[in-house]
Each structure stands twice: as C-alpha cells, then as structure tokens.
C-alpha cells in the first residue's frame, strides 16, 4: 500500500501513530493503571483492528487480570488479530519461559482463563472460540496437548455446563474435532469408553435444525470413529449412530456438506461391519439419494459407493427374505446409473474409479440379470467400456486395477457378449501389461489371473497368446508363491490352456491335440510342475487348490518325461498327503487316485510309501463305495501295485480292503457293475487270494459281514476253516451273530471242529436261532450210517421241534446247482491260472510254459453256465481263453486246481466236509506239475466223483430211510411236551426203535409221545424226576427194555391187571423208593427176562413172583430181612440173583437153572443147604457175611464152580480132604480176611 495515493499514504501513517500509541497504554497496564483505561484502550484497538485489513504488528505478551471485562476485551482482540493476520499465530507461539504468571505462554493463558472462568458463559464462548484459533498453529497444538491440564476436560466440561448454548456447542465440537485429528487412536477409544462422546451426541438433540452446530459435531464424531473399538460402541446400545446419522441426511437434504460428511461416517460404520443392522434401518436408501444428487462431490461419491459395495451382499439377501416390489428394479437401476455418471464424471480421482467399480462388481454379483443392461444398445449402459477406460487410464493404480478387473471378470463370467467384446479389445494383453508393471503385487497378480481365468473361459486363443499368458503367469505364480489366492487363480488360468473343454475347440483334432501338447511341454519347461507340487503342499488346507493342481499335474504326467521328473519332485508323497487331508471330497479323491495311476512305479515303492497307500486307498474306495469312478481308479491302482510287491496284498487286508472287495463283489452279482469293473474286482481278488494267509483272513472277514457268497467262493479256494483266529472259531463267530444259517451251513459242510461247533451252538440255543441250531445238532448228531442221531450229553436245557425235525432225513434232495460262489471262484482260479502262465513265460521262456502251452496241456473242457454268463461276462483280454461267459471243468487230465475246486464243489453238495485244502491250492511258488501228478492220484475224474456219490447216497437212503435211535440224554431237559404235539416231527418219531432220555430232569413222559412211538423197543428214562411210574409206558406196542431207575418212584405203584405187555423183556426200577414189587407185574409182562430193583426200600418179599421167563432178578442194596420160601418158585428159567447187601440169613428154595449168586454183606452164618443142591451153579458170592465154615467139595452138587468168594467172613476151617477134585475147574477161589490158619495139602488137587 506504500505505492498508494498520498492521502492515503498520509491514512496509513496516522493509524500507525495512533496504534504505536495504544500499545504504550496497553503495557501500562501492568503498572496498576485503572480498569476504564484498560477496556477503552482495548475497546480502540478492536476498532483500529477493524479498520486495518491484513495488516498486523506483533502484540504484546498476554497479562492476567481478574477483570472480566478486560479478559473477554483481550481475548476477542486477539481473535481479531488472528482472523485478520492469520501470520500472528506464529509471532504468538512462544516457548514457556517460566512458571510466573506474568510470562505464561498464549496457550498456557487460555488453559488458565478456561479454568478459572468456567462457570462464565462469556468468556466460555470467547475462550473456546481463541481455542479454535490456536489450534490452527500445530505448534501451539502441541504445545496445549502436552500441559497438565487436559484441555479435553476443559472442552467438554464447557460443552456439558451450558448444553443449550449454540457457540459454545459450535465452538467446542470445532476444537474437539480438531483435538481427535492430533491425538492416537488409543486416546480415542478411552473417550469412547469414558463416554464422553454422549456430550457430542446430546448436540444433535439440542440443536437438530442447526447446521452450523450439527456439521462441526458431525466431524468429531467422524474422528472418533476411527478405532474399531468405538465403531463398535457407537453402533451398539442405547447410542445407535446410525439413526443419528441417517436422521441428519434426511434433515439436510440440500446440504452437500453435512451429505458428504455423513456419507463419510456411515462408510466408516460400514467398515466395522454392522451390515445388517445398516440395511435394515435403511441407510441404502439415503445412500443412494445423496449419490444421485451430489454425482459431482467426489469425497461423497468415494464414500457412498464404498458403503454400496460393502452393503450390496446383505441388501438382496434381506430382500430375497422379504416379498419383492416392482419398485426395486427401478432403484437398482438408478444405483446401476450412478456407478456410471461416478466413472464418467470423475475418470481423474482414483478414489472415486475404485469405489464405483467395486459396487459395479458386487451389484452384478447378487443382481445377475443386471448384465442385460450392459452394452451399447438402448436403454443399456457401457459400463463395461468405462470401467475398461478407467483401468487403462489409471493402470499405474493397484486398487484401481483390482476393482476394475473385479468387475470385468463377473461381467464376462455372466455375459458371454461382452466376453467376446473384451477379447476382441484385447483385454489380455492390457492386462498382461499391467501385471508387467506391478511384478511385486500379489494383489494385481490375482486380480489380473481372475479375469484372464473368466475371459478365456469357452474359448481356446491363439498359440502364441497362450504362450505369453502361460509364461507371464507361470512368472506370478514364481514371484508370489506364498499367496493363496494369486496361486489358486494362476492354477485356473493354466488349466484352461492344458485342459481345454470340448466347448473350448475351434479347429481340428489334430491341431487342437498338437497346440495343447505345446503348452503342456511349455509349462513343463518352465517348471511349472514344480510351482504346483509347492502351491499342493504349501497350501494344503485349500481344497480349491489341491483340485487345480492335481489337475494340472494329471495333465503335465502326459508329457515325455515327466513322470520321471514328477517322482523324483516327490510328487506320490504330495497326492497322498492331499488325498489324506481330503477324505470326503470325491471329486480330489478321484483326480489323486487317478494321478497315482501314473505316478506309481516300482522305484517310487518303499514299504513306508505302500502303507500310506494301503491306508488311504481302502479309506477311499470305502468311503465312496457307489462312485464307480473312483473304484474304477482304485482297483487299478491296487492292481497296479501287486504286480509290482505281491505283499502289498497284507497291507490291503490289514487295512479291511477284503470288506471293499466284497462289497465291491456283491454289487457285481446285482448287475450294478460293467463288465470292465467286474473283470477289475476278479483280478484283484485273485491277485490277493493267492496267499493262503490272506485267503483265511479274507475268509474270517467274510464271515463276519455275512458274506457266504464269498466265503464259500474262498473255501472252494482253499481257505482253512480251522485257522486260528484272534478270538474264537470261525463257526462261533457266525452264530454268535445269528441270522445266516447259509453260512453256517456252508461252515459245517466244509469240516469245522467239533469242538467249535459245541461252542457254537451254545450261544446260538441263548439266541434262540432255531435254524441254525438244527443245522448245528444234524452235524453233530446225525449219524445217517447207523440211522441214529445223538444229541447225549449237549446239555441244552430244552427241546424245541424245530430243532429236531431237520435232523431227520427227508427224500433224496437233489445236487444243488452250481451257485455264485462256485461260479466267482472258477473265475478266480482263471485269472490265477493266467497270472502263473505268464511268470513261467517270463522265468522259463525256453520252455515255452506260455498261456497256449497250459491250455494245451491241460484239456480245459468249458460248460456254459447262465449264472457264470450273467455275472462275469468274458473281457476282452483274460476271459477270451475260453468260450465266452463259461464255466471250464477238466477231462481226465485235470490240473489239480480246477480239479480240487469241482471235488469240493461236490462235497459242499453233500454236505460232507471238503477235502484236505493246503496241498492243492495253487499260488505263487508252487510247483504245478507235481501237484498235478499228485492230485490226479488223490482225485478222481468228475464224471466218477459225481457217479459214486449219488449211488452211495441212493443206496443209503433205500436201505434205511428212516432214523432207528434218538438219544437225547444229560440235557438237563425238564419236559418234552412240545415234541409230542408237533405233527411234523410225529411221522419221524413212529420209526423210532430206541429212544434215550436219561440223566434229564423229567417228572413224566406223555402218553401222546408214547403212543406216536409205534415201533419203540428200548426206552431209556433213568436219573430224571419221576415220582410215579407212567402206566401207559407198558402199552406201546414194541416195548422191550424199559430203564427208569434212579427216580423217586415209590413207595409203591399199581399196576392195572388187566393190561398186557408182552415185548417186554428188561424192566430197570434200581434206585428209587419202592418197598415192594409192583403187583399184577406177572400178569402183564409175562415174558419179562430181567428185573432189576437195586437200591430201594424193600424189607421182604412175601408173594411168589410168578415170572416164568425171568432170568435176572437184582434186589441188592435193599433193606430185605427175609424171603418167603415160595417167592422164586415161578421162576423156573431164573439164572442170576442178586440179593447182595441186605440183611439176609436165609434164603429160600431156588430154581435149579441158577448159575449165579450174589449174597454178599448180608447176615449169613452159613452156607444155606439149598445152594449146596443147585446143579448149575458156577458163581457164589458170599463174602462179608458171617459165616464159619466153608462146606468142602463133597457138599456141593454142581461140578461147574468156577467162582467162589468167602472172604471177609469168620472161616476157621477148610475141609478139602473128600472129593477135591471136584474143584478142579474153579478158577476164582477168595478166601481173604478170615480165619484160616493153614490150608489143606489138597487145596494143590483143585
């Protein structure tokens, strides 16, 4: 101004005067001046102040003074000044130069005048409104931030004590807003927690119309968002920010500014993730009204768009909840719009470009028919063009480049027309340039492999592209190997060049074969096997990964070479791990398996390798049991790997791979398997059954899962029933179980043990399986070669019919037919007979043991059979020895396998046990010519086998047809009622000859059995529980020996006179508790021939017996006193009588046909006179009596003694002088324990 007019020179220099002299007054304040003097000279310098614009001289040091008016006058001359200068800030900023109040700094005063004068409304407002002038100078900023006295408190505290004052609400959330921009965020959380944010949020309560106060409010609180901590308080509780937020817009909708900053909190709140509670209190809605309004605020647009994307997800799930209005379509076309007008308006701001293509990215997203409105016809938007513009012209910017190739990857995915637009444009090869430029961002490599991965989809580009595409991701791949995600989208990029889709061919066969061939080799070339066996084992947890690179390495092992190289990168141990960290996904487990189809070798093998295998091929393949694929790829490899180490097959077995293969099996037998898969299962199993051990492993497990189609398949085999097994038999198992009375028959016919069977039918009599219990007594008891069955001694404490009635032999049943175990194992045995031919033909070429020589020299006659074609059709490599679907038997000349497996086919159909086993299986080693020899000698041709064993059986049955004897004895059964009502097995038991219930626990036997026993001769009931004797047991018809002794019979029982039983020859009533004999008995067996009474309670017998045929009579062990003379005159044939240990002295007049006598331990004190006259006599015991004289030769009538027994008696003397010769033909002489002192000089004539 110095160069202005002279009067206005003159102006100038006049207020400097007058402003040189005010200063003079001012500082004599400090000099005690009076106070009028103070505010005038303060009230002229804010006038001069006014009048001098821009112009500013430095002020004076601040002074204290306790006059209000002069604080308030000093305060607001400095706004002034500050206002009109803003340079006085700096001139003002002065260090502390000591603690004396006379020289505190400017920042000091205004903590002092805010503290002491809080309660002042005036100076509040002054001093909050000087606060927000000082904090324009970071200096001073500073400066106030490190004092002691926390200027926060002072703010607040003003903002608290006078809440309804609208400067001190302006002023105060000013200076907060500009405090929160300076401070940590740490700082910020503990306001949060302290809660001073509600003196902020009670502003807009207050002052709800106010926009001069709500927008400065709006910014603090915009900076105490930041922490996520405070996000979190802010969104939650009774503050609900949100609603403040959405109020405001709604509020001040012409506002660009409290839109803009309101947009910028809601982006933040955006941030913390509280989509939902956003979206469902409509903060979309103001999103979008505030976009659509202000298109040309870029910090609104950036926001706003931000907040759209990150809201997008949960705005049309919400919607697919709710029931859909015709307005949405609208609206999503206005907010479609507005990403356009963002992208057009603002090509410069990257902020905004970005923004704008992620809500384009997530609106295609969940809206995907939007795509129809993209394009360069009417009513379509090119969006795809701008944001194709905005990536190449911003292609120095990551983030932009990332959500523009966002979006363009979901349009492409979605629109096949503009896939086709982006690469007739190029757009690979832009983004080829921009992954150039950006090498060290994982972030642009991703995004940039991700819209190759969608453009390329359905269409295979040229040779050289593919070339520069594969090379410059195979690079990305190398330079971010630690990614996931640049990983997982490079594998995808790679895979549409390697393994091209039919969709994919756009020229011949031969020149797509040969281009794709190209890459392959390019890529290997470049290592890029190497890059997906890291990408495989770094990133195992990522199964997106593990299917890319199996894939890819699938299509790499085509190549030359390869193999080798990928096994030597350890690239079995990297499948096998991805095939174990992914048990149940079907698609990974069928690409590794399939992999390890190539990779497996036999170098790669070691024990430690085959076991993994082991382990997770059986997990696989029973895990995926109905995948036919998968089966398909394990079963070659299992194959795969037995031909390379035969002990494979133990680690298979002990991982439960029999449970597979049977499985497996079963399917095939139901038609649910081709022919090619049938043919895989044979082989397998043929492959393992060669070893014994396996096969009674298999066998076992067979057994266990029911399996009898199997178990019989490997029994015909050459399994061992009888092989020890960890727990029990092999039967017991089965029956431990129940329900599969096939198995146990197929068991039984195949020579389980007795032993076991025992076991076995043990607990199946505590399961009740009637059926299998039957099948397990007809084994042990039926004896059809004496047409007996011996159920004695089983202890099985009841009797049911249905257990019996199998047991009886029905009409001749016809040969079984030739079923699916004897068919599976015929076509095992092939495979087997193959698998020998070819390891002769390869150990033995010079004796030319090849295939054709075996079926040379060994007639192979085939027999076609329907299950054998239906089940295992011939392929077209093994099966085409023979006929197509046969089933081969051997002539004459049979080689032993073929011929021990039709001999045990027919031992199975007779139900004897098989054959020994172990000599004539066939398996690796064996010695085939000798065993041919050696079979032909042990076993004769079928046509004689099956001749001999159908005559033998027919003659069998024609000669007893029916069962003689049943011995059900030592059963602890205690009735047998139920047999003698079932009418099924009645006609079985009218045959019955001889029948054995002893040593049960019976009280009777009924009479309805008795009379279905029509033929009965010998019935046995001794050691049960009868305490009366059956009557109606002496009126079967055949009776002949009837035992019931050892009951409790007694004391005595009537006999009905008139009842006849002449058969009867033997009647057995020892040991019970009778005290006679029964009367009339002579009357009803009147040709009985033995008596037997042992052991009971007779004292004497009074009445003649009468019994003319009787021979035996035992009456020992009795209390018999006496006998009346005439009691043995009826019996006339009497031959042995048995009287020892009763307490007899006498005894009567004895039939002369007697040969024996057995006195013993009575009370004889001589040798009665009427056994001297007996004239047949050979036996004579008498020992244990008293007697004291042994009548010498002469006494004694019969000449055929042969037995006398004396001892333990009192004889004193023996008279042999007379007739010694007599004796001369006993042989038994027993005269121990008397009195003897010398024998007789004769006793050498005897």
Known sequence: MASGCPWERAA???????????????????????????????????????????????????????????????????????????????????????????????????????????????????????????LMSDVIAFLLLEEEVDVFSLVFNAMHTFPKNEEIQQHGCKALYKLFEKVPEEQLTEFVESKDHMII????????????????????????????????????????????????????????????????????????????????????????????????????????????????????????????????????LCWLEACYRALELHRKNTDVLESACWALKNLFLYQRSLHEKIGDGDNQFPIDRAVMLSMLMHSSSKEVFQAAAGTLAILSQQNVNIRKTLLAKGIHMNVLDIMRKHPHSPDVAESACRILNHVFEGSFPHLDIMTVAASEVVKAMRKHEKSLSVQLEALRVLLHFMMPGNSSRNMGDAAFTLTVKVIKSQCLLEGTHSLVLGALNRFIGNPSIQRCG????????????????????????TVLHTLQMYPDEQDIQSLGLSLLLFLITRKSLCIATMHVLATVLVSTLRRFKEVTEIQMHGFHAVLTILGFSPCF????????????????????????????????????????????????????????????????????LGADINKKTKTSSLIYQVCEKGNNPKLVELLLANGAREQDIRSALTISIKRGDSQIISLLLKKLSLDVANSSICLGGFGIGRLEPSWLI????????????????????????????????EDRSAACSDLNFTEDGVDKNYDWNFISDPLVDTVFPSSDDIDSEG??????????????????????????????????????????????????????????????????????????????????????????????????QNSSLTSHLEHLDKLELHQNALTNIPEQLCENLKCLTYLDLHSNRFTSFPIYLLKMNCIAYLDISRNDIGPSFALDPHLRCPTLKQLNLS????????????????????????????????????????????????????????????????????????????????????????LSQNCFNKVPETILLLPHLRSVDLSQNKIVSLPGPVHWKSLNLRELLFNHNQIGVLDLSEKACAWSRLEKLHLSNNKLKELSKYILIC
């Open 12 to 134: 100038a220099a006049g207020e400097e005067e007058a402003l040189r002299k005010l200063l003079v007054r001012l500082r004599n304040v400090q000099e005690r001046k009076r106070p009028e003097t103070v505010v005038q000279t303060l009230s002229d310098m804010l006038e001069l102040a006014a009048r001098q614009s821009g112009k500013g001289r430095p002020p004076p040091y601040l002074f204290y003074n306790n006059c209000i008016i002069i604080l308030q006058m000093g305060w607001s001359l400095l706004c002034k000044l500050i206002e009109i200068c803003p340079s006085t800030l700096q001139n003002i900023a002065l260090k502390d130069v000591g603690k004396d109040w006379e020289v505190l700094g400017v920042h000091q005063q205004i903590l002092k005048m805010l503290t002491v004068h809080k309660g002042n409304v005036n100076l509040s407002v002054i001093g909050l409104k000087a606060l927000n002038l000082l």
């Open 201 to 332: 949020l009670e502003v807009f309560k207050e002052f709800p119309e106010k926009e001069e106060v709500i927008l400065p409010a709006l910014y603090s609180l915009h900076s105490l968002a930041g922490p996520s901590n405070n996000v979190e308080v802010l969104m939650s509780g009774n503050v609900r920010f949100y609603n403040v937020i959405v109020e405001m817009m709604k509020n001040f909708p012409n506002s660009e500014t409290v839109q803009e900053v309101c947009c910028c909190l809601l982006h933040k709140l955006t941030v913390g993730n509280f989509f939902n509670i956003l979206v469902l209190h409509k903060v979309p809605e103001v999103i979008v009204k505030a976009v659509k309004m202000y298109s040309e605020n870029a910090k609104l647009q950036a926001a706003a768009l931000s907040c759209l994307a990150l809201l997008t997800e949960t705005i049309f799930l919400n919607r697919d909840l709710e029931e859909r209005k015709e307005e949405e379509e609208e609206e999503k």
């Open 550 to 573: 199996l894939k890819l390495l699938t299509s790499v092992a085509e190549c030359t070479g390869a193999l080798e190289i990928l096994t030597q990168q350890g690239a079995t141990d």
């Open 649 to 716: 097959a133990k680690l298979l077995i002990h991982e439960s791979f029999d449970t597979v293969i049977f499985y497996q099996m079963s399917m095939c037998f139901t038609n649910q398997r081709d022919r090619q898969f049938q043919s895989l299962c044979c082989k397998c199993f043929a492959k393992i059954a060669e070893n014994d051990d396996l096969k009674n492993m298999m066998l076992e497990k067979a057994c266990i899962e029911y399996n009898s189609i199997m178990a019989e398949c490997l029994l015909l």
């Open 806 to 837: 199998p047991l009886f032999p029905d009409k001749l049943t016809p040969p079984r037919r030739q079923n699916a175990g004897s068919a599976l194992a015929r076509m095992v045995l092939k495979y087997q007979m193959k698998n020998i031919s």
């Open 883 to 980: 006929s197509e679907g046969s089933v081969f038997r051997k002539k004459k000349s049979n080689s032993i396998a073929v011929a021990d497996l039709h001999g045990r086919e027919l031992a199975f159909q007779r139900g004897s046990p098989t054959l020994t086993r172990h000599s004539y299986s066939v398996g690796p080693g064996s010695d085939y010519e000798p065993l041919v020899k050696q079979r032909r000698k042990l076993m004769p041709s079928d046509d004689s086998l099956h001749l001999r064993s159908s005559d033998s059986l027919s003659s069998l049955i024609s000669e007893k047809e029916c069962i003689k004897s049943l011995d059900l004895s030592s059963n602890e059964l205690e009735n047998i009622d139920a047999i003698s």
């Open 1071 to 1158: 040991y019970n508790q009778l005290m006679g004999i029964p009367e009339f008995l002579a009357n009803i067996a009147e040709n009985l021939e033995q008596l037997l009474l042992e052991g009971n309670k007779i004292s004497c017998l009074s009445s003649p017996m009468s019994l003319k045929e009787l021979k035996i009579l035992n009456i020992s062990k009795n209390n018999i006193s006496s006998l009346a003379e005439n009691v043995l005159m009826g019996c006339t044939k009497l031959e042995l009588f048995n009287a020892r240990m009763n307490a007899l002295d006498t005894v009567p007049d004895l039939s002369s046909s007697i040969t024996t006598l057995k």
